[in-house]
C-alpha cells in the first residue's frame, strides 16, 4: 500500500480487516516492524480518538509517532498554485511537505472542509498537496470528503460482531445536530459498505441531504427513517450538512434522533455512531447507555484499523 485516502488504496478489504483483529488478538506481534521509523501526525483540525489511535498503533509497531498541531501551532499554510503570499497564510504547502517527507517515513493527515466551496472541498486539494510534494506514504487522518480509517474501524466492528452466515442489514441515519458537519464519515461509510459488498445497505435521511452519488451507488435510498429501520442488524447514526445546497442545516427535526422506540423497529440492531456524539440530540443517553450501543468498542478498534494501514505501508505484501 503506497498511501490510505480511500477506499481505493485497499486491495482487499476483507484481508485488511483480517490483519486488524488479528493485532487486536496480538497487539505487539510485529513489534519490531516500524524500527528507527517515524510518522508524522498533522492535524490541522481538532481530535481525540484519531490522534490518539494512530500513535498507539504506530507505538504498536515499534514506530516513533511525532504529532503537530499545525492548526494552532504551525505556521499558516497556502495551498494556492501561483499564489501571491502578501496575505495571511506563511508557508506555502510545496516548501513544507518536503521538508516534513525528509524528516518522516509516512505523513498522516487531518484536515476538514471548509464547507464554503463544494469543488473546492471536493477536490481534495490539500491532502493531495501533500502527497504531491512530501515525496512519502500519506494516510488520510480524515480528509475533506472521507474518513477512511474511521471506515475501516467500522467495517472491522461489524465483522466481529455478526456472526450469522447471511447478509446483514446496514442502515446509515442522518441525525440533527445543532451545526453544520461534514459528510465525510457518511460518505466514506458508504463508500466502504458498497465496496465490501456483504450487506443490504440502507440510507436514510431528510429530503435535500442526498450524498454525493459517487458514494452511495449500490445503496438503498429512502427518506422514511422508519422504513429504513426495519429489520435491521446495525444502525449508524450519523449528522451531515447538505451536499446539495452545500454545508447548509436544511433541518433540525428531532424526530430523527434515534431512540429505543425507533430500535424497536430493528433487529435488535447494534448501534454505531464514530463519535464524539452530542448527547440527546444525535442519540439518546437511552441508546449510548444501553446494551446496543458499539461506540466505545467501534472507538476502541481504531487502534487495529491504524495498526493495519500502518503495517501495510511499512512492509506491504507482495
Ligand atoms: N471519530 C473520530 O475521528 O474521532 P476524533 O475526531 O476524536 O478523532
Same mark, same amino acid.
Given at each position: 500500500m503506497?498511501?490510505?485516502i480511500s477506499v481505493h488504496d485497499v486491495a482487499n478489504i476483507n484481508a485488511l480487516a483480517k490483519k486488524a483483529l488479528a493485532y487486536k488478538a496480538a497487539p505487539f506481534k510485529d %513489534? /519490531?516492524?516500524g524500527a528507527n521509523k517515524r510518522i508524522g501526525c498533522l492535524f490541522l483540525n481538532p481530535s481525540m480518538r484519531t490522534r490518539l489511535s494512530t500513535q498507539i498503533a504506530a507505538q504498536n509497531l515499534g514506530m516513533e509517532a511525532i504529532v503537530f498541531n499545525v492548526g494552532s501551532e504551525g505556521w499558516s499554510l497556502e495551498f494556492e498554485e501561483g499564489a501571491?503570499? /502578501? +496575505?495571511?497564510? =506563511?508557508e506555502h504547502v510545496k516548501d513544507a511537505a518536503p521538508v516534513m517527507g525528509n524528516y518522516f517515513d509516512i505523513l498522516a493527515i487531518r484536515t476538514f472542509p471548509s464547507l464554503k466551496n463544494r469543488e473546492e472541498d471536493y477536490s481534495e486539494q490539500t491532502i493531495k498537496q501533500f502527497i504531491k510534494y512530501a515525496g512519502i506514504p500519506v494516510v488520510s487522518l480524515e480528509s475533506a470528503t472521507l474518513h477512511p480509517l474511521q471506515s475501516l474501524t467500522d467495517v472491522i466492528t461489524i465483522k466481529e460482531t455478526f456472526w450469522e452466515t447471511r447478509k446483514p442489514k446496514i442502515v446509515l441515519t442522518w441525525a440533527p445536530h445543532v451545526k453544520p458537519l461534514p459528510q465525510c464519515v457518511a460518505n466514506s461509510f458508504s463508500q466502504w459498505i458498497t465496496a465490501w459488498g456483504e450487506a443490504d445497505f440502507v440510507v436514510t435521511h431528510p429530503e435535500g441531504y442526498e450524498l454525493d452519488e459517487q458514494f452511495t451507488t449500490g445503496a438503498t435510498i429512502t427518506h422514511n427513517q422508519d422504513e429504513a429501520l426495519k429489520d435491521a442488524d446495525f444502525v449508524y447514526v %450519523? /449528522?451531515? *450538512? *447538505?451536499? %446539495?445546497?452545500? +454545508?447548509? =442545516?436544511l433541518s433540525k427535526d428531532t424526530s430523527w434522533m434515534l431512540t429505543n422506540a425507533k430500535l424497536a423497529l430493528t433487529n435488535k440492531a447494534k448501534v454505531m455512531h464514530c463519535l464524539p456524539v452530542r448527547r440527546n440530540v444525535e442519540l439518546s443517553d437511552a441508546i449510548l447507555d444501553g446494551p446496543n450501543s458499539l =461506540?466505545?468498542?467501534e472507538a476502541s478498534n481504531r487502534v487495529w484499523a491504524a495498526q493495519a494501514v500502518l503495517s501495510e505501508i511499512l512492509a506491504p505484501v507482495p
Open positions: 503506497k498511501q490510505f %513489534k /519490531n516492524l501571491i503570499m /502578501n +496575505g495571511t497564510t =506563511v %450519523k /449528522n451531515w *450538512s *447538505s451536499y %446539495k445546497d452545500y +454545508g447548509q =442545516v =461506540v466505545t468498542q
